[in-house]
């Protein structure tokens, strides 16, 4: 396989063996190819050659670091697994290699006194927001996969999803310091234990959003945030253009950032709130979330967004005081995506376009016609429309028949993510969710240039000289 040796399974097995205990070792014919794949199982085949060696799931960070000094040594591949929920690419298995699934470094210890979290990489999102929040503490990610992503996977791609960044930032922003195991076997700790940043160059800030191309992270150290008071509201419109305008407003009239504004259209809302069992909606919808220290905090700040959305006259634009009225419109929106699947009977092709505030009608407009010109997506019809727009993106959503042959599935795929690099490009805005490699790695190259590329394949061969870490994320030429 390429410039990589190729090895027998059973040799591989035999040698780590050797150094790693045995319920760290799987063989299953079954959990190497499921290691192996990610949401866009159609978008290329895992052919038996490529079915990985071995899956290894590490107990503990000095086994992490004898598999990596193993597979430095023998130049072997090895693919880092926290939930293999990337949609952009990164989780896919590239070579002949062994996986490396984080799913075993689960520690949590939640240290009141010094006000931070140590995790392990390997819980799910959910697990850890649920232990803090029994303590009264926040924890500042967000994804729609929370149930699924790792925690881990999360802070190798910084990002946060349904978090608005003017509130509350980025999970970078968060961690404290890091532990990484690097390819070559070595482990850092990175940060400090202090609630103060380090000053000047911090490696934990490379790590924390570096792709999953520089190292294995196994411990992760985040700043407890206190729980907050919360308030929401919701606003109808009868066309997007306006709901659009009324985001803008936010940001114009400074009302106080909130917590989560997202967005369905008219047809993922109708979709979304029948299976709900909630009164159809008028037209698109708005949906915000605001924190505050009290309640009385958070409830100015809905009504700050209210009042600058009203000036875009909706349909109606309130407060909701009945929780269970907002979990059950939260739900639309968190379900959106399976839903409208289950509606048209078909399988998702998914993509983020990301606006700046004065162009977020523009915006809008285009990713509603991102099919435009498109041969695959064109026969597709107009895309679904929801997102974070908030947070100034865009999810359209295309439903592919299930029935279609998987290399026409491939190329919805391939259009996407060549029609979301050119928008994002035109608008000078870039991903904020899922990374920034893999599938759009020649957006990176065409948007912040070759000088820039050739820099982090620099930054990748000092850390990876025999690139062995999820080789081929960051291609060759
Ligand atoms: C239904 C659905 C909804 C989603 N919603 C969102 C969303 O709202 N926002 C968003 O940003 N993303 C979203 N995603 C995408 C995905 O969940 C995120 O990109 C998430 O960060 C991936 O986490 P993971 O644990 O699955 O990582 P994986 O997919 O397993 O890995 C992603 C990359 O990180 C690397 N990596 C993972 N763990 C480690 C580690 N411990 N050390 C070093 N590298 C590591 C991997 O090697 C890979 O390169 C969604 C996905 C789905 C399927």
């Not at 952009?88 to 062994?98: E, F, L, N, P, T």
């Not at 929040?133 to 881990?152: D, M, N, Q, T, W």
């Not at 009608?361 to 016609?369: E, G, I, K, P, R």
Request: proline content about 7%.
């Amino acid at each position: 396989m390429g410039e990589y040796p190729d090895y027998k399974p059973e040799d591989i097995y035999e040698d780590l063996r050797k150094i790693l205990s045995e319920d760290a070792l799987i063989k299953s014919v079954f959990e190497r190819i499921n290691n192996a794949l990610d949401p866009y199982t159609f978008a290329t085949d895992i052919s038996r050659e490529k079915v990985p060696y071995l899956v290894v799931r590490p107990g503990s960070t000095d086994e992490v670091s004898r598999l990596m000094k193993y597979a430095h040594s023998k130049k072997i591949p090895v693919f880092v697994r926290g939930s293999g929920t990337s949609l952009a690419g990164a989780s896919r298995y590239r070579h002949k290699g062994i996986v490396l699934n984080v799913s075993r470094l689960n520690h949590l210890n939640i240290m009141k006194e010094y006000g931070f979290v140590e995790s392990g990489p390997g819980h799910r999102v959910l697990q850890v927001k649920e232990r803090l929040e029994k303590e009264g503490y926040f924890l500042p990610l967000a994804p729609g996969s929370i149930r699924v992503a790792s925690i881990g996977g999360i802070i190798s791609n910084n990002s946060s999803a349904h978090i608005v960044d003017s509130c509350l930032g980025k999970p970078r922003d968060y961690v404290l310091g890091l532990e990484v195991v690097l390819p070559t076997g070595e482990v850092l700790h990175t940060g400090t234990k202090s609630l103060r940043r380090a000053a000047g160059t911090d490696l934990t800030q490379l790590f924390a959003g570096g792709d999953g191309l520089l190292g294995v992270i196994t411990g992760i150290r985040l700043r407890l945030l206190p729980g907050f008071s919360n308030a929401y509201g919701v606003a109808f419109f009868d066309d997007p253009i306006p709901l659009a305008r009324a985001v803008q407003r936010i940001y114009l009239e400074k009302a106080p950032p909130p917590l989560f504004m997202e967005f369905l259209d008219e047809r993922v809302a109708q979709i979304s709130f029948k299976i709900q069992g909630l009164a159809p909606p008028p037209g698109p919808i708005l949906m915000f979330h605001a924190i505050g220290a009290t309640k009385e905090e958070a409830t100015y700040k809905i009504n700050q967004s209210v009042e600058a959305i009203q000036k875009e006259s909706p349909i109606k634009a309130k407060r909701i005081e009945d929780v269970d009225e907002w979990h059950k419109i939260w739900l639309a929106r968190e379900s959106a995506l399976p839903y409208i699947c289950q509606a048209g009977k078909g399988v998702f092709g998914l993509s983020e376009i990301v606006s700046t505030v004065p162009d977020l009608v523009d915006c809008l407009q285009d990713s509603m016609n991102m099919g435009n010109g498109m041969p695959t997506l064109e026969k597709l019809g107009q895309p679904y429309l929801f997102g974070h727009i908030g947070a100034l993106t865009f999810h359209p959503v295309f439903i592919i028949p299930a029935d279609w042959p998987a290399e026409e599935k491939a190329k919805v795929v391939e259009e996407m993510f060549l029609k979301e690099a050119e928008i994002n490009e035109k608008y000078g805005t870039c991903g904020g969710e899922w990374g920034q490699f893999a599938r759009r790695t020649p957006f990176y190259r065409k948007r912040y240039g070759e000088k820039a590329f050739q820099m982090v394949r620099g930054m990748k061969k000092l850390f990876d000289p025999n690139k062995i870490l999820n080789p081929d994320v960051l291609p060759d030429e």
